[in-house]
């Protein structure tokens, strides 16, 4: 079975400053996505970036960047130029892929709460 | 477009009745998830349905169980509440055919069990 493992609870970084949430995951698989979600305090699960494991170039959205290490089975995410918006939890989440038996379910990290200080 | 709905709100039960959540997925979307979220304990999968069949089935136990109906929308239903029921839950729909795409959220129901 798929795990996945956020090893900080809380972070917290100031506005403008650049911080790095982690994320392991364990899985046999060669084929699967991993994503990164944003819960703010309004608790609406919303995507912030999408990484497929067969590519080797990292996944970039605006400020958001991933450094996926796939031998290691790391995905952490980077968020330069934090503003206050960035506040939230951050879920890291594994979906394997392909059709049939349990391809296609999310898997979920248990979240970084993450505060941007002024 | 109209993203993914979950009605109700809110819901306050007592304990050892019954609770009927509801989601209504994106239009094209077959699969819908739902998601136990706890305080401190993450996204826990509870059921997977899609196109009408429950496709998998997290760590839970037989009182949570579900359906999804011919139009997509999909129902949980909790019996005999326990009061560590109480949590967010979400539900999540996604075009399953497609490959690489991502799951969209709905805002959650906030079940209060007392």
């Known amino acids: 079975a798929q795990t996945v493992t956020q090893s900080q609870p809380e972070m917290s970084v100031q506005e403008a400053e650049t911080v790095t949430l982690s994320c392991t995951y364990d899985?046999?698989?060669?084929?699967?996505?991993l994503f990164w979600y944003k819960q703010p305090p309004s608790r609406q699960m919303i995507l912030v970036i999408r990484?497929?494991?067969?590519?080797?170039q990292n996944a970039t959205e605006n400020r958001f960047s991933v450094n996926f290490q796939k031998a290691a089975k790391s995905f952490s995410l980077k968020i330069s130029d934090s503003q206050l918006g960035d506040t939230a939890m951050y879920f890291c989440a594994f979906m394997k892929q392909g059709y049939g038996g349990s391809q296609g379910n999310l898997i979920f990290g248990k979240g970084t709460k993450l505060s941007v200080k002024p | 477009e109209a993203g993914v709905t979950q009605s109700p709100t809110h819901l306050i039960k007592t304990r050892g009745q019954q609770a009927t959540l509801r989601c209504s997925p994106i239009s094209g979307h077959t699969s819908v998830y739902w998601y136990q979220q706890a305080l401190g304990l993450g996204l826990q999968f509870l059921l997977w349905y899609d196109e009408g069949e429950e496709r998998n089935r997290g760590n839970f136990p037989p009182r949570f169980s579900g359906r999804q109906f011919p139009n997509y929308s999909s129902e949980l239903n909790v019996n005999a509440l326990e009061l560590e029921d109480s949590a967010l839950y979400l539900c999540?729909?996604?075009?399953?055919?497609?490959?690489?795409?991502?799951?969209?959220f709905g805002q959650g129901t906030r079940l209060t069990v007392v």
């Open positions: 999540a729909s996604r075009n399953y055919r497609v490959a690489k795409t991502e799951a969209f």
């Open positions: 899985t046999s698989e060669s084929n699967y996505y």
């Open positions: 990484q497929e494991a067969y590519k080797q």
